[in-house]
């Protein structure tokens, strides 16, 4: 009687069985510009030829470098200036035209240098994917070096909340109020401006805002600021920081 080795097909159906539940590989592919716009590309890992991870372009890992596409535009944040120039995709390369750029020197020569560090790279016309880690897009560049850039894709206020949001102009007072639940609130009124950036009209009526997303009040200081404000379904509108217009300290 021919007999088998007792291993051998029990082994050969794990082996399949393994295959046949791995999860198949994300496949890279080229984005178009609503996907590159829809996101926030925060840089989460860089390594060159050899694998090794370029450790001179994470200056401050609490302010990673980010890129964002809008309209035509690329911008570079987070580095020691703020950078910015038109784009294209073409043959699967990220084509970036003259880049634009502030010229505020920062004391950290180490921030000082990253503007020149990503300003080369794509400036390289590096090839250009985007594919999935974790369950979050991933923005991948690739330079003819063998630099391998990888960017985490964060949603923009316009992808989380469905659409754009209306400008407006907040003032903030130096000093917060009391609100629901014995928190601190900001103390805010709608202020408005001219094309030519004059202020124009009555403010509104100040009123208690529980917070502003990206802004950090510091308590004495009063500030204008450009937000944005999006509606949040049944809850109440959700303001996102644009940008600091006025910065004051009122005198006591």
């Not at 240098?113 to 080369?120: F, T």
């Not at 469905?162 to 130096?174: D, I």
């Not at 303001?239 to 006025?246: A, K, M, R």
Request: net charge neutral; charged share 15%.
């Amino acid at each position: 009687m021919r007999r088998h080795p007792p291993l051998l097909l029990p082994l050969a159906v794990a082996v399949l069985v393994a295959c046949a539940s791995a999860p198949p590989p994300a496949r890279a592919a080229t984005p178009d510009a609503a996907q590159l716009a829809a996101y926030h590309w925060q840089l989460a890992q860089a390594t060159n030829h050899q694998g090794q991870r370029i450790t001179v372009l994470f200056v401050r890992p609490d302010k990673p470098l980010q890129l964002d596409f809008t309209d035509g535009r690329l911008s570079v944040r987070n580095a020691c200036n703020g950078m910015g120039g038109s784009y294209r995709i073409e043959n699967g390369r990220l084509m970036v035209g003259p880049m634009m750029h502030t010229m505020m020197a920062c004391a950290d020569p180490a921030l000082n240098r990253l503007d020149g560090l990503i300003g080369q790279r794509l400036a390289s016309h590096p090839a250009v994917a985007v594919t999935e880690r974790d369950g979050a897009p991933q923005l991948q560049l690739r330079t003819a070096s063998g630099d391998t850039l990888a960017f985490t894709g964060v949603p923009t206020p316009e992808t989380r909340y469905g659409g754009p949001g209306m400008t407006e102009f907040l003032e903030v007072a130096a000093q917060t109020v009391p609100c629901q639940q014995s928190q601190s609130c900001l103390s805010v009124r709608e202020v408005h401006y001219d094309a030519n950036g004059l202020a124009t009209g009555t403010p509104g009526e100040w009123h208690a805002l529980s917070s502003i997303e990206g802004y950090t009040h510091q308590d004495g200081v009063h500030n204008i600021l450009r937000v944005k404000r999006y509606a949040a379904g049944n809850a109440t509108a959700a303001y996102v920081l644009d940008t600091v217009v006025e910065t004051s300290i009122p005198k006591l």
